[in-house]
């Protein structure tokens, strides 16, 4: 006998309550329960919405204790550093961390269960290897350009290198999760267990008598990185086994790394875009400033969630139903902007309502801040009404152009930040990257009604796609 929401309000409310709460707790009980791939990617995106909640919780508060911990020039120098090392490691996964979403239900789907365990096992030996020759070679770069970097930053970022191949590793670990839809192991190890790490870490260090500087805050990363990626290589492939029967292993990595090559540009352009500005910050403004306009950033972090728990759950789904009923798929894609809009703007009137007291958290020079939070929230909004374009084009065959799409959008945003920035401080980094989303998101919009025929945009009626 399982849990119902609507049968427990029909026991213990009054029957006008439990009358009129009935289609809501009806829809309630059809997300958390419903057999079918629309229920399951209900629920992968419930729940990856709600770790993203206490993500961006968790998040807020240990860069909060940070920032207060290490002052705004060295917190400014572990968030330029940090952010640097997230971005790279997702790139050294080449595209495979994506891939893996697309190919791993084709293949249970069609019963190639030797291809399911190359992929499997080819991913992470290939993920493994990039990622360590990336790490090396970042290394050496840092070390030969050092007559050019402030001195500041040259002995942080060769640290922060040592992270690359597990954040990599876990990247490719959370695409493997997703393509078999548990959401928590997707989600929970970044997401939760390793901002959590990093703040016990870097508090046990300061409490042992560490100096609060960012080489202290990128040794306790590297710990958290570690621990985090180690734990969940056990737990996702302790789970595989069972899920996955031993026998032969088929690998053809030559169509793997054709698929993955785009992707790794789509994926590469669209968290250079999601992170260009902060680097663009760092590249011409002090730690100081770095640190005020991440602040500002991780505030918005509430709303952004939204767009990506929606996309964690949803691309598995986009690409087992486009070998299917392209109707259902429009239908179902149609849907998913629904999802992601009205939830993406009810939180960005919170933010907004609470954004100064919060930016107030971080310490006094933070609530500069605030202003910028009213131009940034156009863009991520902007980019909620259309969806998740970009995993409907590259779950579909269509990531050779939404390569091109991220490719224009992130020029734009660059020059709009070499232009802007200059000119008006952290204002013209705003103004870059919100001009820069929406762009982003019209481009994509239309991208997807000439190649699909679907109409992602919030408030174009259904009848107007195919």
Not at 83 to 111: D, K, Q, W
Not at 145 to 174: K, Q, R, T
């Amino acid at each position: 006998m399982r849990f119902s929401a609507a049968t427990t309000a029909g026991r213990f409310l009054p029957q006008r309550w439990a009358l009129r709460m009935g289609p809501l707790l009806g829809r309630i009980d059809a997300v958390l329960f419903t057999a079918d791939e629309r229920g399951e990617a209900s629920r992968m995106s419930v729940i990856a919405f709600s770790v993203r909640i206490v993500s961006a919780v968790i998040a807020f508060v240990s860069q909060v204790l940070m920032a207060r911990w290490m002052g705004s020039f060295e917190y400014g120098i572990f968030v330029l550093v940090w952010v640097t090392m997230v971005i790279v490691g997702n790139l050294a996964c080449l595209g495979f961390h994506t891939s893996v979403i697309r190919y791993i239900p084709e293949y249970r789907e069609r019963g190639l269960m030797d291809e399911l365990r190359g992929i499997v096992l080819a991913s992470r030996l290939f993920v493994l290897i990039a990622s360590t020759l990336i790490a090396g070679l970042g290394a050496l770069g840092v070390w030969l350009a050092a007559p050019w970097i402030e001195s500041y930053y040259v002995i942080p970022f060769i640290l922060g290198v040592i992270c690359l191949p597990m954040i990599a590793m876990s990247d490719l670990l959370s695409g493997l999760a997703r393509a078999n839809s548990w959401a928590l192991f997707a989600l929970s190890p970044t997401y939760l267990v390793r901002p959590v790490l990093i703040l016990l870490f870097m508090a046990l260090m300061l409490f042992v008598g560490y100096a609060p500087d960012a080489r202290t805050a990128i040794f306790a990363s590297i710990a958290a990185t570690y621990v985090t990626t180690l734990g969940q290589l056990v737990g996702v492939t302790q789970r595989m086994e069972r899920q996955i029967p031993a026998g032969p292993i088929k690998v053809h990595f030559a169509q793997w790394f054709v698929v993955s090559l785009p992707i790794f540009l789509v994926e590469s352009f669209f968290f250079l875009l999601t992170n260009a500005d902060v680097l663009m910050v760092g590249a011409y403004m002090d730690p100081n400033d770095v640190a005020v306009y991440f602040a500002t950033v991780k505030t918005l972090a509430l709303v952004h969630f939204v767009y990506f728990a929606v996309k964690a759950g949803v691309a598995p789904r986009y690409a087992q139903f486009t070998h299917g009923d392209p109707q259902r798929l429009a239908a179902f894609a149609r849907e998913t902007v629904s999802w992601t809009f009205w939830p993406s703007l009810l939180m960005a009137l919170l933010v907004l309502v609470l954004g100064e007291p919060m930016l107030m958290l971080f310490g006094p020079e933070f609530s500069s801040g605030y202003p910028l939070l009213f131009l940034l929230v156009f863009g991520v909004v902007a980019r909620a009404a259309v969806g998740p374009c970009e995993s409907l084009l590259t779950m579909s065959g269509n990531q050779n152009i939404c390569a091109a799409v991220y490719a224009m959008t992130l020029a734009f945003n660059i020059a709009l930040n070499v232009v802007l920035i200059p000119m008006f401080g952290l204002w013209g980094a705003a103004m870059a990257t919100a001009f820069a989303m929406i762009f982003e998101a019209g481009a994509l919009s239309f991208t997807v009604w000439r190649k699909l025929g679907i109409a992602m945009l919030i408030f174009l009626a259904p009848k107007g796609a195919a």
